[in-house]
């Protein structure tokens, strides 16, 4: 079945600091969302990304989505303590089962002031 | 803004007994998940529904039962609840296949 690698799996930085993490899917994407779960609390939509080789910004926050649609990344510049959470993505696959989004494990990014 | 709401925040059941979560959307979503969250697994899909009475088993359907009865409800059962199903369990709905998925705030749910 679609695997969603996600690297790290834990990120500590000082604030100020740029942060990246990066997903690897096995197969194929038709798009790939993106979510921030903050300590405590449920996961919630970023952005999602639907063309090969598409970025989009979000402030300091860039989302890449690979040219061959089966990678993506999440870059942050200069790091709040606000950015604090785990990060995940999540991918749909582009044939069959298709309603399903299959996630990574998610990045721990953790900011100290 | 889409709510969907989760009927209880923390459970705490004995083996064996049979366990209910909630869940309830308001903006009408035809699609809705249940999710469990553990650490270092991320989230893993238990069961979805894309239609009133309708269900797909997910990734890890076993010892899971669900209902959807109406569609703004989704129910998620534990026939005979076990220690191992101790987890966060999390809803989620969207509007259409390729829509962002709204979450619930959770269940912690510990099996004793």
């Known amino acids: 079945g679609q695997q969603v690698m996600q690297i790290p799996q834990y990120q500590h930085v000082q604030e100020g600091e740029d942060f990246t993490t990066y997903c690897n899917s096995s197969?194929?994407?038709?798009?790939i969302q993106w979510y921030k779960q903050r300590p405590g609390g449920h996961p919630v939509f970023l952005i999602q990304?639907?063309?090969?080789?598409e970025v989009k910004k979000q402030k300091r926050l860039t989302f890449q989505f690979g040219e061959a649609k089966k990678n993506s990344s999440l870059h942050i510049t200069a790091t709040q303590t606000t950015d604090v959470g785990t990060y995940f993505c999540?991918?749909?696959?582009?044939?069959?089962?298709?309603?399903?989004?299959?996630f990574g494990k998610g990045t721990l990014l953790t900011v100290n002031p | 803004d889409v709510k969907v709401t989760q009927s209880s925040r923390y459970l705490v059941k004995r083996t064996g007994e049979k366990v209910f979560l909630e869940c309830v959307q308001d903006?009408?979503?035809?699609?809705m998940f249940w999710y469990r969250q553990d650490p270092g697994l991320g989230l893993r899909l238990i069961y979805f529904s894309y239609d009133v009475k309708m269900k797909e088993k997910g990734d890890i359907p076993e010892g899971y039962s669900v209902s959807r009865e109406k569609k703004e409800r989704f129910s998620l059962i534990l026939e005979s609840a076990s220690t191992n199903q101790t987890s966060m369990y999390l809803c989620?709905?969207?509007?259409?296949?390729?829509?962002?998925?709204?979450f619930g705030n959770g269940t912690r749910l510990t099996v004793t």
């Open positions: 197969t194929t994407l038709s798009n």
């Open positions: 989620a709905s969207r509007e259409l296949d390729n829509s962002p998925l709204h």
């Open positions: 990304l639907v063309k090969s080789g």
């Open positions: 903006m009408d979503h035809e699609n």
């Open positions: 999540a991918g749909r696959g582009s044939g069959g089962s298709n309603y399903k989004l299959t």
